[in-house]
C-alpha cells in the first residue's frame, strides 16, 4: 500500500471518530455536528442564557422580539440533528409564540429598532402584560417537553432545561423591577396623581 492511501485512510478514520463521537470539539457550532453531546447542549444553554440576559437592556416594546431571536438562534444549533428533536420541539414552541404574538400585537405607530446585526419589531405597550403571560406558559411548556423526553436523553436535556428555567425566572424578577406601560400600578399611580391635582385645585 502506497504512502498516499495510509494517510488517506487515516484521515478517513480520523474524520469519521469525531463524527461518531458526535462533534462535542465542535463547541459553539450551528448544529452541524450530529447526535447527542455536552458541548451541543451546554452551547444551546448557554445562547438562551446570555442571550436572554442582554434582552434585558432593551426597551420593554422590543424586548419580546428580542426574545424571539434569542429562541430562534438556539433552535438553529439543533437544526437538523435529530437527536435533540424534542429540544428543537421545545424551542420553536417558544419562537413560534412569541412570533404570533409580536405579529397580533405590533405597534405600527412605533419604528423597529436596529441593534448591531438584529431589528426589533415594537409592540404595543398595552399589550405587554399578555405578552409576559404567554412568553412565561410558553417557556414552562418548552420545560415539560424536555422532562418528558427519553430517560437516556436526560443527561443532555438538563442544561437547556436549567437555561429555560432560569430565563422563566429572569423575566419574572425583570418585571418585578420595573413597571411596564399599561400595568395595574401606572393605571393606580395615575388615579393618585388626579386626586391629588383635585385636592390641590
Known amino acids: 500500500m502506497s504512502i498516499f492511501r495510509v494517510a488517506t485512510l487515516g484521515l478517513f478514520l480520523v474524520s469519521a471518530g469525531a ?3 458526535g462533534g462535542d470539539a465542535g463547541y459553539g ?9 455536552a458541548a451541543t447542549s451546554k452551547s444551546v444553554a448557554n445562547t438562551l442564557s446570555r ?3 442582554r434582552c434585558e437592556n432593551v426597551d420593554w416594546v422590543y424586548r419580546y422580539d428580542c426574545y424571539r431571536l434569542v429562541y430562534k438562534r438556539s433552535g438553529d444549533k439543533l437544526r437538523g440533528n435529530t437527536a435533540y428533536s424534542e429540544a428543537q420541539k421545545a424551542l420553536d414552541l417558544v419562537e413560534n409564540t412569541l412570533s404570533a404574538a ?3 400585537n405590533r405597534d405600527p405607530g412605533t419604528k423597529p429598532k436596529r441593534r448591531g446585526f438584529e431589528v426589533y419589531t415594537p409592540v404595543k405597550p398595552s399589550a405587554l402584560p399578555r405578552m409576559k403571560q404567554q412568553t412565561r406558559k410558553a417557556i414552562q411548556q418548552a420545560e415539560t417537553i424536555l422532562l418528558r423526553a427519553p430517560e437516556e436523553k436526560q443527561v443532555y436535556y438538563a442544561r437547556i432545561a436549567d437555561a429555560l428555567n ?3 425566572a429572569l423575566l419574572r424578577s425583570a418585571l418585578l423591577k420595573g413597571v411596564q406601560p399599561g400595568s395595574t400600578a401606572v393605571r393606580l399611580a ?3 396623581l388626579h386626586r391629588l391635582v383635585g385636592l390641590a385645585g
Open 102 to 104: 409580536i405579529a397580533k
Open 166 to 168: 432560569s430565563n422563566k
Open 29 to 37: 457550532g450551528s448544529g452541524s455536528s450530529v447526535g447527542l453531546s
Open 19 to 21: 463524527l461518531h463521537a
Open 190 to 192: 395615575a388615579v393618585a
Open 51 to 53: 442571550g436572554f440576559s
